[in-house]
C-alpha cells in the first residue's frame, strides 16, 4: 500500500501511522502503540513523532517508555542537522533522559544512503557518544545498530 501511493521508502513506519495527515506527509504526527508478547515479556512498542512541530506528542509517548530507541539519519547532512545545536537528535536523547528513561539504542537508519560506509557508521557513533554521555547516558551500555 506504501508503495502504491509512492511512500516505498515509508514502508515500516507505514504500519504504525495511520492518519490520513501521516501517510501523505511521510511523518509520525501522534503516538501509536503496537503491543505484542514474548516468552518473558510484555512489550507495547510506542512509536512517537520525530518532527519538532509534534514535540508534545513526543514527549507523551517518550514519558511512558522503559526504553527508548533514537532513530538517526545517516544521510550526508541529516545527521549533522540532527546533532548540531538546535537539532532533534539532540533535543529528543535530553528529553528521554529528562523524562526518566535510562535505556537507550540508537538506530542508525539509512546506511544504504551513505553505501553502508563504515568510516560514516563510526563517525556518527563516535559524535552521538559524546553528546549522549554529557547527557547522562553511559555509551558503554548502549546499543548501535545500522539499518537502510
Known amino acids: 500500500e506504501a508503495a502504491e501511493l509512492g511512500k516505498g ?23 501509536a502503540l503496537w ?4 516468552p518473558k515479556y510484555y512489550v507495547t512498542v510506542i512509536d512517537a513523532p520525530g518532527h519538532r512541530d509534534f514535540i ?21 547532512g541529516e545527521f549533522e542537522a540532527g546533532i548540531s545545536k538546535d537539532g532533534q537528535t539532540r533535543e529528543h536523547a ?3 533522559y ?9 538506530a542508525i537508519n539509512k546506511m544504504d544512503t551513505a553505501k553502508w560506509a563504515q568510516a ?8 552521538t557518544s559524546n553528546f549522549i554521555k554529557k547527557v547522562g547516558y ?3 551500555t548502549v546499543a548501535f545498530v545500522p539499518s537502510p
Open 9 to 31: 521508502s515509508f514502508k515500516y513506519a507505514w504500519v504504525l501511522d495511520k492518519l490520513k495527515a501521516e501517510r501523505e506527509r511521510g511523518i509520525t504526527i501522534d503516538i
Open 35 to 38: 503491543k505484542f508478547e514474548t
Open 56 to 76: 508534545k506528542n513526543m514527549i507523551t509517548g517518550t514519558s511512558q517508555a522503559d526504553c527508548a530507541i533514537l532513530i538517526i539519519a545517516a544521510g550526508t
Open 94 to 96: 535530553l528529553l528521554a
Open 98 to 106: 529528562t523524562l526518566g528513561v535510562r535505556q537507550l539504542i540508537v
Open 120 to 127: 560514516r557508521y563510526e563517525e556518527i557513533i563516535k559524535e
Open 138 to 140: 553511559n555509551p558503554k
